[in-house]
């Protein structure tokens, strides 16, 4: 991801290939899994769907080009996107 990033400026298109043939096909069916999580009670009806998708994606996006420092982060990471999910309706459990 670093390399694509870092690739834009010589290579515009490459970020356009990537959003179309990778990007959005795997967005678009993690929003139809949210609705479908929706339809089924586990969520509020009243959530903004491809909001959620963005908060949580680019929460992802932004813990793994920049890691936390500490000596566990697939833990902090967890935790972390827990947190989101507990602000955006979901019950996890403890």
């Given amino acids: 991801m670093t390399r694509l990033i870092g690739s834009v400026p010589d290579y515009p ?3 356009e290939v990537y959003r179309n043939t990778y990007y ?3 967005r678009r069916a993690f929003v139809r899994a949210l609705e479908r999580v929706q339809v089924g009670g586990l969520l509020a009806r ?3 769907l491809e909001t959620l998708a963005d908060m949580l994606s680019g929460a992802l996006i932004y813990h793994l080009l920049m890691p ?3 000596d566990n982060p697939v833990g902090e990471l967890r935790d972390h996107m ?5 602000q955006a309706g979901f019950e996890v459990p403890q």
């Fill in 13 to 15: 298109m490459l970020l």
């Fill in 24 to 26: 959005l096909p795997r």
């Fill in 46 to 48: 009243n959530i903004d």
């Fill in 68 to 70: 936390p420092a500490g």
């Fill in 82 to 86: 827990i947190r989101l999910l507990r």
